[in-house]
């Protein structure tokens, strides 16, 4: 069964709207109005409003290269060229090309009516408006994503539970046999996450804080950071207690995996593990050295993905 999206919806409103009010108005080439509300459909409010400002902007600016140069040159086949070669430089330079096409059509118009005449601008004028504004009231409403984006927050917990697991049980038993699977699926759901997000903010226009965009990209950068501690984790060699230590502040980690703070407290236990390591002898050679080294270096990534948490739930609040 195949589903029909809301976009699909509101354009299949919205043509037929268009070209009843335009020909309500009893403007000519009215069918074009229907071309204008399909282009200016979009996903969100925000590139909405965008997409139909550069549109009729770009419209406005053809309307009048066109009069122009038509009156001034003639209408024939020849001149729309001319006029094309001119408008769209212009609206790369100013950035409005998404406008090219349905200025195209304005263009069009002109170059079918033979004339330029207060009636045909006005006319062509009151088209752009019809065609946007309809677009425009259709994309007040935007379905919700917040079930959408909490559903995928659940999975990203879950997931990020079960690697933070895993990492647990490698330390206490240096068992191997886990696949990661849950890294791959981990950075699908993020990307899916920075996707619906991004177009939630652009639907709320007036909102300063998005929590699910600031939630996912601190998500981001602690996936990012359990990437960098994998390969520290199978390079270290330590204690039968230093190895129970860090396991047993990874299987907690995986038991709290979600949105509410409590990296706090997880911090005070990274302290006192390390206060319980620099307890312990230094290192006699080289080697190490460079275990303890890299012991450490993994204790900093703890630091820095529970000091992630912590900076989140305090922008949060």
């Not at 409103?13 to 282009?39: R, V």
């Not at 996450?193 to 991004?198: D, P």
């Not at 998005?210 to 960098?228: A, D, S, T, V």
């Not at 502040?249 to 990274?270: D, G, M, R, W």
Request: glycine share 4%.
């Amino acid at each position: 069964m195949f589903k029909i999206g809301s976009r699909t919806i509101k354009t299949a409103i919205g043509a037929p709207i268009s070209i009843f009010i335009a020909q309500l108005l009893n403007l000519d080439n009215f069918i074009s109005a229907a071309i204008l509300t399909i282009l200016c459909i979009k996903i969100t409010r925000r590139s909405s409003i965008l997409n139909a400002w550069y549109r009729f902007y770009a419209c406005i600016i053809g309307l009048a290269v066109s009069a122009f140069m038509f009156e001034l040159i003639g209408y024939f086949p020849l001149t729309v060229g001319i006029v094309l070669l001119i408008f769209i430089p212009i609206t790369v330079k100013l950035k409005i090309t998404e406008g090219v096409i349905t200025s195209s059509v304005i263009i069009l118009h002109v170059y079918g009516a033979g004339e330029v005449t207060l009636g045909l601008i006005i006319n062509e004028i009151v088209l752009l408006l019809v065609g946007i504004g309809v677009a425009l009231v259709l994309n007040l409403y935007m379905p919700s994503l917040e079930s959408n984006l909490e559903e995928v927050q659940k999975d990203v917990e879950k997931n990020f539970s079960v690697i933070l697991k895993e990492i647990a049980h490698f330390l206490k038993t240096g068992d191997h046999s886990w696949t990661g699977a849950e890294l791959t699926k981990v950075s699908q759901l993020l990307d899916q996450a920075s996707e619906l997000a991004s177009r939630d903010v652009e639907n709320h226009l007036l909102r300063s804080h998005h929590p699910y965009y600031h939630y996912f990209h601190m998500r981001q950068k602690q996936f990012e950071i359990l990437e960098r501690m994998l390969p520290l984790i199978s390079r270290i060699h330590a204690t039968e207690d230093e190895y129970y230590y860090i396991g047993e502040l990874f299987e907690n980690l995986s038991k709290n995996v979600q949105p509410q703070n409590t990296a706090i407290k997880y911090l005070e236990q990274l302290s006192n593990i390390r206060k319980q390591f620099n307890k312990e002898e230094l290192p006699k050679d080289r080697q190490g050295f460079e275990e303890r080294a890299n012991l450490y270096l993994l204790l900093n990534e703890i630091e820095q993905y529970l000091i992630l948490k912590r900076s989140y739930k305090k922008s949060d609040i």
